[in-house]
């Protein structure tokens, strides 16, 4: 199974993310990026910012290429 960039695993990331900002890092195993946007879209959907890492979130699952 391919792990980069548009595979099966970074299209279900993305997914995720575009539900919950974060979500699809967690899913990646990536606990310290999911934390930070999760945190990021919450303080910034309170000043109605929170799309800009919301969008954020879901290219960043999306172009994942892990380091081998």
């Not at 548009?6 to 899913?27: E, H, K, M, R, Y």
């Not at 934390?35 to 303080?43: G, R």
């Not at 969008?55 to 999306?62: H, N, P, Y």
Request: one cysteine or more; a positive charge.
């Amino acid at each position: 199974m391919s792990t980069g960039q548009g595979s099966a695993g970074n299209v279900i990331a993305a997914i995720c993310s575009f539900f919950i900002p974060g979500l699809g890092q967690l899913v990646q195993g990536r606990l310290l990026m999911a934390a930070v946007q999760f945190v990021l879209a919450a303080v910034l959907w309170l000043i109605f910012l929170g799309w800009v890492v919301h969008l954020w979130s879901i290219l960043d699952a999306a172009l994942f290429k892990p380091q081998h």
